[in-house]
C-alpha cells in the first residue's frame, strides 16, 4: 500500500503554463518535503513544511511555491514553468525530529514544452 | 559545494559477488546517514542507516561501513542478486535536532546474473 501518493505520474505542461503537482501521505508525518532531481543529479531541496511551518531552501526560485491545507497534502505550484524546470519532482515525508527516515512518493516526471 | 560524493556514477558485479557502494562527504557535522535505493519509476525506499556513533550496521545481505575519520561511507551488499540492480544514494544529516538529509548524485549497480 502506497504511504506516500504523487500526482499525476507524468505531467506535460506549456512554457510559462503554471502547474500544479499533489502529494498526499497516509503516514500521519509531520514534515513533508519537495524535491527536485534532473538526470544524474542528486535529489535536490527545495522546500519543506513541518507541519504548518514553511521553509523554503535559498536558492529555490521564486518561481516554486508550496501549500499544505492539511497534514496529509502538500502541493508544488510551479507559476511560469522554463525549459529548466524539466525533471523529477518528488514528495517526501517523515516524522520530523527523532524521525530521520525519510519516505518517498513514486514521483512526477514533468516535461516542459 | 557537494556535501555528499558518489565518486562511481556505475558499478557492474556479478550475481553471487560482493557489491561495494562508496560515499564520501565533507560536512563534518553530519552525524547519521542513511542509503537509499531507486528503481526506476519509483521513488527512493530507505535501505538501511548508521549513526555517527557506530562504525558498522548490518542487516542481512547489507552493511553499512562508516570512517569519520576518512570522512568515507561504505555500503556492502553480499551475495549480489540481479534484484539489487538499482540506483543507490547515500545521505547524510546533521545534528539532533535536524530532520533534513543531504543526498548525493547515486550510484547505479547492475548485477549480472
Known amino acids: 500500500d502506497a504511504m506516500v501518493i504523487q500526482n499525476p505520474r507524468y505531467q506535460v505542461t506549456q512554457f510559462g503554463k503554471p502547474v500544479t503537482l499533489s502529494c498526499s501521505q497516509t503516514l500521519n508525518h509531520n514534515v513533508m518535503y519537495w524535491y527536485q532531481q534532473k538526470s544524474s543529479q542528486a535529489p535536490k531541496l527545495l522546500f519543506h513544511y513541518y507541519d504548518k511551518d514553511f521553509n523554503n531552501e535559498a536558492d529555490t526560485p521564486d518561481n516554486f511555491q508550496s501549500r499544505r491545507p492539511n497534514t496529509s497534502f502538500c502541493f508544488l505550484d510551479i507559476r511560469s514553468p522554463g525549459l529548466g524546470d524539466a525533471a523529477m519532482y518528488l514528495c517526501?515525508?517523515?516524522?520530523?525530529?527523532?524521525?530521520?527516515?525519510?519516505?518517498f512518493g513514486a514521483g512526477t516526471r514533468l516535461s516542459v514544452l | 559545494d557537494q556535501q555528499v560524493k558518489q565518486n562511481s556514477p556505475s558499478l557492474s558485479v556479478q550475481e553471487g559477488r560482493i557489491s561495494i557502494l562508496n560515499c564520501d562527504y565533507t560536512?563534518?557535522?553530519?552525524?547519521?546517514f542513511l542509503w537509499y535505493k531507486k528503481y526506476p519509476a519509483e521513488g527512493p525506499t530507505f535501505l538501511i542507516s548508521i549513526s555517527s556513533i557506530k562504525d558498522k550496521n548490518e542487516d542481512g545481505r547489507f552493511t553499512v561501513f562508516l570512517n569519520k575519520s576518512a570522512k568515507h561511507l561504505s555500503l556492502h551488499i553480499v551475495p549480489s542478486q540481479p534484484g539489487d540492480s538499482a540506483v543507490y544514494f547515500c545521505?547524510?544529516?546533521?545534528?539532533?535536532?535536524?530532520?533534513?538529509?543531504?543526498f548525493g548524485k547515486g550510484t547505479k549497480l547492475s548485477v549480472i546474473p
Open positions: 545521505a547524510g544529516g546533521a545534528g539532533a535536532g535536524s530532520y533534513q538529509l543531504t
Open positions: 560536512n563534518s557535522m553530519f552525524d547519521y
Open positions: 517526501a515525508t517523515s516524522r520530523g525530529v527523532g524521525g530521520n527516515i525519510q519516505y
